[in-house]
């Protein structure tokens, strides 16, 4: 088990930036990924971005994206506050979703193996 809280949605124009936040606290076992995943009203939730988070791993701070976000978004992991962040920018009015924070005590190179979610953080990306 694991609590992710997630902050910094909102709105902004086509072309803008945001920032979010995700921290992660009363887990026994910390988590071996940390990831993003949206879903709008009528879809499907996708993976947007993960990274490896434990530092035992050889392969902490990897991160994975989807296509679609790629050169965009920047995934990042800051140890000491147990916090990812996902910095958005050239923001698009497809990116209006519904952000959440996940975790996986898995590797993450396959979105599918996230189970522990966020209560989720809106964003809205106006033309």
């Known amino acids: 088990q694991v609590q992710l809280v997630e902050s910094g949605g909102g709105s902004v124009q086509a072309g803008g930036s945001l920032r979010l936040s995700c921290a992660a606290s009363?887990?026994?076992?910390?988590?071996?990924?940390l990831g993003w995943f949206r879903q709008a009203p009528g879809m499907e939730r996708e993976g947007v971005a993960s990274?490896?988070?434990?530092?035992?791993?050889?392969?902490?701070?990897?991160?994975y994206y989807a296509d679609s976000v790629k050169g965009r978004f920047t995934i990042s992991h800051d140890n000491a506050k147990d916090t990812i962040y996902l910095q958005m920018n050239s923001l698009k009015p497809e990116d209006t979703s519904m952000y959440y924070c996940?975790?996986?005590?898995?590797?993450?190179?396959?979105?599918?193996?996230?189970?522990?979610w966020g209560q989720g953080t809106q964003v809205t990306v106006s033309s």
């Open positions: 009363a887990y026994t076992y910390r988590p071996f990924c």
């Open positions: 996940a975790a996986s005590w898995e590797p993450c190179h396959e979105f599918n193996v996230f189970d522990h």
């Open positions: 990274i490896v988070t434990h530092l035992s791993s050889m392969y902490y701070a990897t991160t």
